[in-house]
């Protein structure tokens, strides 16, 4: 899968399925065909809550009782690893 040049930018509390790749390892020996080529993929959906720089920052959970400020389990995925953002409807 080839990364996009530029990943598009959500408003803060837009709901969003991000797809990137992960890091893994597993333990003991193994032979060279055991690996996949592929990296972990990953696909984690949440609200956009900061367009940091360096990462995005999604929340698993919106409070509506504080007018949709207060975010619950947070989780910051740096850009460099991001493949794709889409709007979720």
Request: net charge positive; hydrophobic share 30%.
């Amino acid at each position: 899968m080839k990364k996009p040049k530029t990943l598009p930018r959500h408003k803060i509390g837009t709901l969003v399925e991000v797809t990137w790749y992960d890091a893994y390892g597993d333990t003991g020996w193994k032979t060279t065909d055991f690996w996949d080529d592929e990296p972990c993929e990953v696909k984690t959906v949440g609200y956009v809550v900061k367009n940091h720089k360096k990462h995005l920052l999604l929340a698993q959970n919106r409070q509506r009782y504080s007018g949709n400020k207060e975010y619950g389990q947070p989780m910051g995925i740096p850009w460099g690893i991001i493949q794709r953002v889409r709007k979720c409807h």
